[in-house]
């Protein structure tokens, strides 16, 4: 049996990996570590419940004694972390939150790694063993109208929640230089899909057309983004943590890229035909100030995975929206629950001086 350190899986890609995983493999124990942040939410794990080959455990990353335990508890394969804060706007709002999460606690789970799986005198590592970094495409800054992202592109971050993602690799990479520790990092475009908290573009949009509320778009609107179904995300996690070769970097991207207004009118165009709602319409558009440097454009590109794993994206945008969009539809209650309290104070926060 493979047992799995699955931190932030009750998240939105964190959640899907723990679908992902059970429906395709047997031997396995995941233990989810989670702090149930805003974001982290076990409604999300629902569908899990009473499976012996998931355990969750409520906690903080950056918990040594915690993440020491359950090293020495479940003797673990693989660590993949997905635990991070990871809105750009609260990382305007707040940089310091991000950099204890997304950097410190990094570290911390790299180092009650490295003294589980390292003897030190012989100088080697267990075998079978490996720390997969989950990470994003916005640590590489933004693009021009050409090109794409590679492996090899230079990091330059443009917001705290970037800057801190950016950092938690460099210590991943420096864990791989300095003591030889087995690892992967994986780089990804924007998710979409089912469990995505609501203060991202798609279902923030989804919720608000459909109770008529005005879709606050930045700017122009015409910012893009290359848009990956988690799903695929997920099948990607598990090949790299299987077969990604140590100290490797992978990209994972759709070569699915719109602009954010594109993305707005999509929605708005089959919620209208779904519901049969005249009032679901382009009149629901708010053009309000735009992020502070907000990137222009990014785009994957994802043929070292394809060449050295043979991962390709299997979901098209104009399948994978669909999908979303009914999930969403079929999940009111989920949808209430999350939107209530403290969400409503954010959001008034976030855009109504905008």
């Given at each position: 049996m493979k047992t799995y350190l699955i931190t932030g899986g009750a998240g939105f890609i964190g959640s899907n990996f723990v679908y992902y995983m059970l429906g395709r493999h047997d031997d396995i124990l995941l233990v989810n570590l989670d702090k149930?942040?805003?974001?982290?939410?076990?409604?999300?794990?629902?569908?899990v419940e009473g499976d012996p080959r998931h355990v969750f455990v409520q906690g903080d990353i950056?918990?040594?004694?915690?993440?020491?335990?359950?090293?020495?508890?479940?003797?673990?394969?693989y660590v993949i972390n997905f635990a991070a804060e990871s809105h750009v706007d609260r990382s305007i709002a707040n940089p310091e939150i991000f950099?204890?999460?997304?950097?410190?606690?990094?570290?911390?789970?790299?180092?009650?790694?490295?003294?589980?799986?390292?003897d030190a005198e012989k100088k080697t590592w267990k075998d079978g063993k490996k720390f997969l970094q989950v990470s994003t495409d916005e640590v590489y800054g933004a693009l021009g109208a050409e090109g794409f992202f590679t492996e090899t592109t230079p990091l330059s971050p443009h917001s705290p929640y970037s800057a801190s993602k950016a950092g938690a690799d460099q210590f991943v990479m420096a864990f791989y230089d300095?003591?030889?520790?087995?690892?992967?990092?994986?780089?990804?475009?924007?998710?979409y899909g089912p469990y995505q908290f609501p203060e991202k573009l798609i279902p923030l949009m989804i919720n608000n057309a459909r109770h008529h509320k005005p879709?606050?778009?930045?700017?122009?609107?015409?910012?893009?983004?290359?848009?990956?179904?988690?799903?695929?995300?997920?099948?990607?996690?598990?090949?790299?943590?299987?077969?990604?070769?140590s100290g490797e970097v992978y990209n994972v991207g759709g070569h699915n890229e719109r602009t954010n207004i594109a993305i707005v009118q999509t929605i708005l165009a089959q919620l209208h035909d779904r519901l049969s709602d005249e009032g679901i319409s382009e009149a629901l558009i708010r053009h309000v100030e735009d992020r502070l440097g907000h990137d222009r454009r990014y785009g994957?590109?994802?043929?070292?995975?394809?060449?050295d794993l043979g991962w390709f994206p299997e979901t098209p945008f104009e399948q994978g929206i669909l999908k979303t969009i009914d999930w969403y539809l079929a999940n009111e209650r989920w949808m209430n629950g999350v939107t209530s309290g403290s969400y409503q104070r954010y959001y008034e926060e976030m855009y109504r001086n905008r």
């Open positions: 149930l942040t805003y974001a982290g939410n076990l409604e999300n794990l629902r569908g950056c918990d040594r004694e915690l993440v020491s335990g359950l090293f020495a508890q479940y003797n673990f394969d950099v204890q999460t997304n950097v410190m606690g990094t570290v911390n789970l790299l180092q009650r790694a490295k003294e589980a799986w390292y300095t003591y030889g520790m087995p690892v992967n990092i994986t780089r990804c475009s924007n998710n879709l606050p778009v930045y700017g122009d609107g015409l910012q893009i983004r290359d848009w990956l179904y988690v799903e695929d995300h997920c099948k990607a996690i598990d090949m790299v943590a299987a077969g990604g070769r994957i590109d994802p043929q070292k995975i394809r060449s």
